[in-house]
């Protein structure tokens, strides 16, 4: 019988690694950071997460943001965080801006973090990863660096996995998710936005997507919540409108289809160019009821193709209702707000205004979202 092992280091049963395999040494990193709350389901939990300082390149996202258009004549990807993420995650800006720290993606999550939001889809992405809070940055950077200090504040984690890789759990794809936060979430866990954080993505250094955090709390009253919105007074032209129209009822959401269907022939004639990322929704009188409308705004009518039809919408005073935030509120709520809770909201302040039945609510869709609604009011 052999003598037993005297150098428990030369032991085979306490045998580890020099040095620890990167994923393990990933999640440590992201469990000095979070503290997980409870769980909500296998593709969600609740977390708390520590105040962490990001750096990264910094992108500003307004209501002309255009995207990188794929082709002519089609619709363009309207520019937003996850595009602007997969961007310069995939051109080896982040790769460079952490070679010039000293920093190991391979050790590190990469970020973006949305922030500064204005409403109307105006906001700024922070593409980068965490920095520690005394690193000091040397004096040359890469152009459009910038720090950023997250909160420290309870999260809806949410994991994706677009790509069905096995032994991985999470939602197909970020708007299935996003789906799933406006809707499901609220149910399963009793939490709303919670405009005080940050929402955040965690990116792969291939540019995946793996994990969507969106800040939550618990509601105080009924109306918390309505903070995710602005309302401002705006004055409108006359919108001409390319679109698709169908009776109201329980197929009037056919416009949209129809529409879809029909804008690359709108898109060919180059009248919505200027306006070709926003489709508009609306109703408009019809016989004893109304029709659904969905289309694009347009610089003329001339030239249209046959199979849209040509409306214009009036002009005059609204209030335009919109999300501050990206993805992180229920796209319902804008018109809950129009047509519910204008008179706490707007008119409690401004008495000499009144709803105007006279014309219709208008919603303007952005990335797939209902982004705003535009009230329409007038002096009493």
């Known amino acids: 019988m052999g003598k037993p092992y005297k150098n428990p280091e030369k032991s085979p049963e306490s045998y580890s690694p020099k040095k620890k395999p990167i994923l393990l040494r990933m999640m440590e990193s992201v469990n000095k950071l979070e503290t997980k709350v409870k769980t909500v389901n296998e593709r969600c939990a609740i977390v708390e997460r520590a105040e962490m300082r990001m750096v990264g390149i910094s992108i500003p996202i307004t209501f002309e943001s255009q995207g990188y258009p794929l082709a002519q004549n089609t619709d363009s990807n309207a520019l937003n965080d996850a595009l602007a993420a997969e961007k310069y995650i995939g051109d080896g800006t982040i790769a460079f801006l952490a070679q010039t720290l000293d920093v190991q993606l391979g050790e590190t999550e990469i970020i973006s973090a949305r922030y500064d939001g204005q409403g109307d889809g105006t906001y700024r992405v922070l593409i980068g990863f965490a920095l520690d809070a005394d690193t000091k940055l040397p004096e040359f950077l890469p152009e459009h660096t910038q720090t950023l200090t997250l909160p420290a504040c309870r999260y809806a984690k949410m994991e994706i996995n677009a790509k069905n890789q096995a032994g991985r759990v999470g939602f197909s794809e970020r708007m299935q998710a996003d789906d799933y936060f406006i809707g499901g979430f609220r149910e399963d866990s009793g939490y709303i936005f919670n405009t005080a954080g940050i929402p955040m993505n965690i990116w792969s250094e291939s540019g995946e997507i793996l994990r969507k955090y969106e800040p939550v709390h618990k509601p105080k009253s009924k109306t918390d919540g309505m903070d995710t919105f602005t309302i401002t007074p705006v004055l409108l032209p006359p919108w001409q409108m390319a679109c698709c129209t169908h009776p109201h009822g329980d197929t009037e959401y056919q416009c949209i289809l129809d ?65 501050k935030e990206f ?54």
């Open 327 to 380: 993805n992180g509120d229920n796209p319902s709520m804008p018109y809950d707000i129009a047509f519910n809770h204008l008179d706490e909201l707007y008119f409690a302040d401004h008495p000499e205004y009144e709803f105007d039945s006279s014309r219709k609510v208008i919603a303007r869709f952005r990335q797939s979202n209902c982004a705003s609604v535009f009230a329409p009011v007038r002096k009493k």
């Open 259 to 323: 529409y879809f269907e029909a804008a690359p022939k709108v898109y060919q004639t180059g009248l919505a160019r200027y306006d070709q990322v926003d489709f508009y929704g609306f109703p408009v009188d019809f016989e004893n009821s109304c029709k659904s409308c969905f289309g694009s705004r347009v610089s003329s009518f001339a030239g249209l193709p046959d199979c849209v039809e040509k409306i214009t919408l009036p002009g005059g005073k609204y209030l335009h209702i919109t999300q």
